[in-house]
């Protein structure tokens, strides 16, 4: 009986254990993602379309090394709306067009943000 006991306590804290991680890690790559778009927002007011251009290779490569853990722990329809922003706010840039730019960006930051929304420890995510 004790054991049982012991085993369901280290159970238990080996769940949390990976929920914590997985959220820390999940907000570490929100935090790296936002820190390479934000100079993009200015490089397209600013309309320096190369910069941009550069920049969002940037991004493109961090991504691709965020998506691999990313699409071990969350749901594969998460990452492939973020792809599908990506793709908008690449093509707005090599158009050269700022409001299209634009809103590819914001659509862009909205669907990383949701991530941390959907996958954040709260009562309305367990229930």
């Given at each position: 009986m004790k ?14 254990g990976?929920?914590?991680g997985n959220?820390f890690l ?15 927002e200015?490089?397209?007011?600013k ?5 941009a251009q550069?920049i ?5 490569q961090e991504?691709?090394?965020q998506r691999k ?14 792809e599908?922003?990506?793709s908008h ?5 090599a158009l ?6 634009i ?9 990383i943000?949701?991530i941390?929304y ?6 309305q995510?367990?229930?």
């Open positions: 054991k049982t006991y012991i085993l369901l306590i280290v159970s238990f804290l080996l769940v949390l990976v929920g914590f959220i999940l907000n570490k790559g929100v935090s790296t993602l936002f820190g390479i778009l934000e100079p993009i200015e490089c397209i007011y309309e320096d379309w190369q910069k550069e969002f290779h940037q991004y493109d991504w691709r090394k853990l990313w699409q071990i722990t969350i749901d594969h329809k998460e990452t492939e709306n973020i599908v922003a990506s706010l690449d093509a707005a840039i050269n067009s700022v409001d299209d730019a809103l590819g960006l914001y659509e862009l930051r909205h669907n943000e949701h941390l959907i996958e954040k420890l709260s009562w995510n367990i229930l």
